[in-house]
T-cell receptor, first 115, second 113 residues
């Protein structure tokens, strides 16, 4: 069964510092990959997605992610964090061989931003 | 274009009761998926409906059921509520499958006392 691991449960960075959130997946083939963000009491907002092609993907709010097949990773990055980025971030995968939309999520990383 | 809407936003029930949650997808979207989010188990897939047919089902007991109507609106039902059913229930809609992204609603916060 496919699984998604986000090794860091909590991360604290200073405003203006760079950010990298880690995501590793276990799956027999390259799945579709996603990063979502969730603010307190809210639903999930899609930051970016990877289906195929260029392994560096640009998303909204200045985020980017790099797919590394050899490491089964899809890490999220941002060069300069803003206080409004404080939220919980989820990595998710979807099986490309299945017809459905089922997503398997990682456990999430809660980001705190210091002023 | 209006986003995914879920009603009600908050719900308090007692053990043994049943509950029905509603999800209205984005106009034109035909796929609706449901997820349960809890602090202990994280985000877990419940089921997906596409054109009124259940396409996939997660590993949840039969107390959890759902359906989709011809206008793509979906409902999920939980019978014989247990304390552990307290969670945020999220609905997501998508136009089709494959290379389509899902859009999530704000969720329904269910508390079981």
């Amino acid at each position: 069964a496919q699984s998604v691991t986000q090794p860091d449960i909590h991360i604290t960075v200073s405003e203006g510092a760079s950010l990298e959130l880690r995501c590793n997946y276990s799956y027999g083939a390259t799945p579709y990959l996603f990063w979502y963000v969730q603010s307190p009491g809210q639903g999930l907002q899609l930051l970016l997605k990877y289906f195929s092609g260029d392994t560096l993907v640009q998303g909204i709010k200045g985020f980017e992610a790099e797919f590394k097949r050899s490491q089964s990773s899809f890490n999220l990055r941002k060069p300069s964090v803003h206080w409004s980025d404080a939220a919980e971030y989820f990595c998710a995968v979807r099986d490309i061989t299945e017809a459905g939309n089922m997503l398997t999520f990682g456990g999430g990383t809660r980001l705190m931003v210091k002023p | 274009k209006a986003g995914v809407t879920q009603t009600p936003r908050y719900l308090i029930k007692t053990r043994g009761q049943q509950v029905t949650l509603s999800c209205s997808p984005i106009s034109g979207h035909r796929s609706v998926s449901w997820y349960q989010q809890t602090p202990g188990q994280g985000l877990q897939f419940l089921f997906e409906y596409f054109s009124e047919t259940q396409r996939n089902k997660g590993n949840f007991p039969g107390r959890f059921s759902g359906r989709q109507f011809s206008n793509s609106r979906s409902e999920m039902n939980v019978s014989t509520l247990e304390l552990g059913d307290s969670a945020l229930y999220l609905c997501a809609s998508s136009f089709l499958t494959g290379k389509n992204e899902q859009f999530f609603g704000p969720g329904t916060r269910l508390t079981v006392l």
